[in-house]
């Protein structure tokens, strides 16, 4: 599941109310969701939170081990083989000594694993502007020899430490007589007195999501300790595309392999750069008019390369992948030479303007049109500023048709991502808007 490339953020859910009815009154409403956590189903979900756990330490051993291996290759190498053996004692012994110290989880069915979890970055950029988002924890915290429950499973006082939590709330919606804070807050509380868990608010063990849209109520437990978004991108720029938005964009344009992939405006490289590591079969080429984009798409390749190396291969391969300066209305490709052009095209707020984008985008649409093959090319644009781009299209009706138009949310931005076809008709070789 956490390979899952078009999800942000996995969670399992405790119980989810299509229609719950928030009182009038400010104290009752809270009130409520306190009384709530006593009735939620929590046993099973919180045995799917274990399990995940559980996995998660045994891909951490396996990186740490990898890693342990190969620094005593490194010594075996400058320093002959009983050094190397040294260190391998030496780090047996760590892994011994942790065991020792109940750090590596307890087995067994009614004992509850715990974990040390990085903070999450609790802001996310998708959140529209009456969304709400905050954590929050109860003052009162439980005393470090409390009995750690979780469900039904308990733990005995000398095998593990007690649990450490924080509730996230995030709240969309402008009837409900309390903010986001507070609701986190009194949901916290009900949960420690619940569970006599221990309120943390960075180094957490359970993050429990209290998700509140108008009248839906869903109660979730995180399975990730951040989104899933950023696992390609090192170098962010002032519009860095999220991964996940990137290989929604891609998969879209359905690549078949041999296929030759443009991204004309990459930015920071976001959608090449999921592109060749998804579809290694066909072979990408990105750009960017602006220096500063282009040296940070190939300092995010970079990051790539050397994340690859690492990986357990005997040989290190490159990706099919190149990156060009260049200005987007004279493109050094040949006419006809790309099957798939897939671009966030610039929405005229951080970078550019709207004025400018009248001039832009039938520019773009006409030099994409030139370099993409007739009948089988396919493009697929993201942007937001739909009445512009509708009117650019509509001028470009010879070379382009529409095929598909999905709805997304950047940054609280509603956007469009349209799946354009390239009609059969030849572009002209000579470009006299120049």
């Known amino acids: 599941v956490h390979r899952l490339r078009s999800v942000d953020n996995l969670f399992v859910v405790v119980q989810e109310f299509k229609d719950y009815q928030f009182k009038e009154n400010k104290e009752d409403a809270l009130k409520d969701?306190?009384?709530?956590?006593?009735?939620?189903?929590?046993?099973?979900?919180?045995?799917?939170?274990?399990?995940?756990?559980?996995?998660?330490?045994?891909?951490?051993?396996?990186?740490?081990?990898?890693?342990?291996?190969?620094?005593s290759k490194e010594k075996l190498n400058d320093d002959g083989e009983e050094e190397g053996r040294d260190q391998k004692d030496a780090s047996k012994q760590e892994d011994c000594a942790q065991n020792a110290a109940g750090v590596e989880p307890v087995s067994g069915q009614d004992t509850e694993k715990t974990q040390g979890v990085a903070s999450r970055n609790g802001g996310e950029e998708e959140e529209e502007e009456d969304n709400e988002q905050s954590d929050a924890k109860d003052e009162v915290q439980a005393g470090s020899g409390s009995e750690t429950k979780a469900g039904d499973g308990k733990t005995s006082e000398g095998e593990a430490k007690v649990l450490k939590f924080r509730v996230t709330?995030?709240?969309?919606?402008?009837?409900?007589?309390?903010?986001?804070?507070?609701?986190?807050?009194?949901?916290?509380?009900?949960?420690?007195?619940?569970?006599?868990?221990k309120a943390d608010m960075t180094n957490f063990d359970v993050e429990v999501l209290l998700n509140i849209h108008n009248n839906e109520v869903v109660v979730g437990i995180?399975?990730?300790?951040?989104?899933?978004?950023?696992?390609?991108?090192?170098?962010?720029?002032?519009?860095?595309?999220?991964?996940?938005?990137?290989?929604?964009?891609l998969r879209l344009c359905d690549p078949q392999p041999t296929d030759i992939i443009v991204d004309p405006m990459c930015g920071t490289g976001a959608i090449p750069i999921e592109g060749a590591t998804e579809w290694p079969s066909c072979y990408h080429i990105a750009g960017d008019n602006n220096p500063q984009a282009v040296k940070r798409a190939a300092n995010n390749i970079c990051s790539l390369l050397k994340k690859n190396e690492n990986k357990e291969s005997s040989t290190s391969l490159g990706i099919p992948l190149d990156i060009v300066q260049w200005d987007i209305c004279n493109l050094p490709l040949r006419t006809g030479s790309v099957d798939i052009i897939?671009?966030?095209?610039?929405?005229?707020?951080?970078?550019?303007?709207?004025?400018?984008?009248?001039?832009?985008?039938?520019?773009?649409?006409?030099?994409m049109g030139r370099i993409c093959t007739p009948g089988t090319g396919r493009a697929v644009l993201l942007t937001q500023d739909k009445k512009c781009f509708a009117k650019a299209l509509s001028r470009m009706g010879h070379i382009w048709r529409k095929g598909q138009t999905v709805w997304v949310n950047v940054g609280g931005l509603h956007a469009a991502v349209y799946l354009l076809k390239r009609t059969w008709e030849r572009a002209e070789e000579k470009r006299s808007f120049w």
């Open 222 to 249: 995180a399975l990730t300790e951040e989104s899933l978004h950023r696992r390609n991108i090192t170098h962010f720029g002032p519009t860095t595309l999220r991964s996940t938005l990137a290989y929604g964009m």
């Open 342 to 367: 897939v671009s966030d095209m610039p929405f005229g707020k951080r970078i550019g303007s709207k004025k400018k984008n009248w001039d832009l985008y039938p520019a773009c649409l006409m030099e």
């Open 169 to 197: 709330c995030n709240r969309a919606g402008d009837k409900h007589s309390f903010t986001s804070n507070e609701a986190a807050r009194d949901f916290g509380g009900a949960v420690q007195e619940h569970f006599q868990w």
């Open 33 to 71: 969701l306190e009384d709530l956590v006593k009735t939620l189903p929590w046993t099973n979900p919180l045995k799917v939170w274990e399990l995940n756990n559980s996995l998660k330490k045994k891909k951490t051993k396996r990186k740490k081990h990898n890693l342990q291996s190969t620094a």
